[in-house]
C-alpha cells in the first residue's frame, strides 16, 4: 500500500493533499501518483545498487510521462519493449546510451529503429541475432539468458524457467555467443530477468550463479563478457511483509561479481508500484446474498486483479 496515504480526520491524504478535491477537480475515476514515494524508492535504489551498477526503469511499469521525466531526471536509464517505449523514454529526456531494448518479438523496423538511434539491444533468440547482424554489424549486444530458475512468484510473470518463451536456455548460450561473433556483432553483456515480484534473495543468487558460470566458459573459448544485466524483479510489500531487500543484493552481489564487470538492474514495479492511487466514486449499491458497492471505475481502469489476483488495499 501507499505509505504516503494518511487519514486527516476522514479526508484521506496523498503527499499532504486531499483526495477528495482531486477527485472534484480532476473527476473520477482518476490515477493520482505520489511523486516522494517514486523519489523516494528511486533513493533507496540508488543509495544501494546504484553504487555498483546502473539503473534502468522498467518503463512498462508505467509510461505515464510526467512519471517518466521524474525517474530519468534522478539519472535513471530505461529498458523499453518496443519503438513506443523507447521514444517515450527518449521524449522524457532518457538519453540514447541508457536505454536498453529488451522483448522476445521485436520486428526489423524496431530493430532498425533502435540502431539508427544507437540504443543497446539484448537479442532472445539466435534468429534475432541473424537479423541484428543483417542490418548492421560492429554493434555490441546482449543476449538474454534463461537461467531456467523458479523465482516462485505467480506463474504468469514467471520469465526463467523452462516452459518460459524468454531467451536463450544456458546450455545453448555458448553457441548463440559463438554465432554473433561470426556475424560481426560484439556479444559482450549477458543479461537475464527471472519473474516479477520476487520475494527472496535466493532466485537471484541461483541465476547469479549460472550467469557467472556462462562468463567464464564463454572467457575460455575467447569471448568476453563486460556486462552482467541481472533485470528487475523486486517485489514490494502489498499491504503485509517489506519491499525486497536491496540492499541483501547489494551484498551478495559485491561478494560473487568479479572486479570491473558492469552490473545493471532493470527495476519497475520497486519504483511505481507503490506511488499509485485509483480514485473512484462509488455509484450504487446493491444488496443480495452478498453486497455489491458498484464504482465507477472497472477492469478497464485496473486490470491486474482480473489477470493475476494481484491484491490492491481499498480505501474509504
Ligand atoms: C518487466 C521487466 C522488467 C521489470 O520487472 P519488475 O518486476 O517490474 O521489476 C525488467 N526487465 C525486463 C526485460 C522486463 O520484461
Known sequence: MNSDLLYQGSDLMLDRLPLATIAREYGTPVYVYSASSIRGQVTRLMQSLGTIGSLRYAVK????????????????????VSRGEIQEALDAGCPADRIVFSGVGKTQEELTFALDHGIFINAESEEELATIARLRTGVHVGIRINPGIDAHTHRYVTTGTEESKFGIPVDAAPDAFRLAMDAGLVPDTISCHIGSQITSLEPYRKSLARLLELRDSLMGNGISVSTLDVGG?????????????VEDLQALLRRDVPQGMKLWFEPGRYIVGHAGTLVTRVLYRKRYTRTFVVVDAGMNDLIRPALYQSHHAILP
Not at 62 to 69: D, G, H, K, Q
Open 61 to 80: 511499469a508505467n509510461a505515464n510521462p510526467t512519471l517518466l521525466a521524474l525517474i530519468f531526471n534522478m539519472g535513471l536509464g530505461a529498458d523499453t
Open 233 to 245: 524483479g523486486f517485489a514490494i510489500n502489498y499491504g503485509e511483509g517489506a519491499d525486497f531487500a
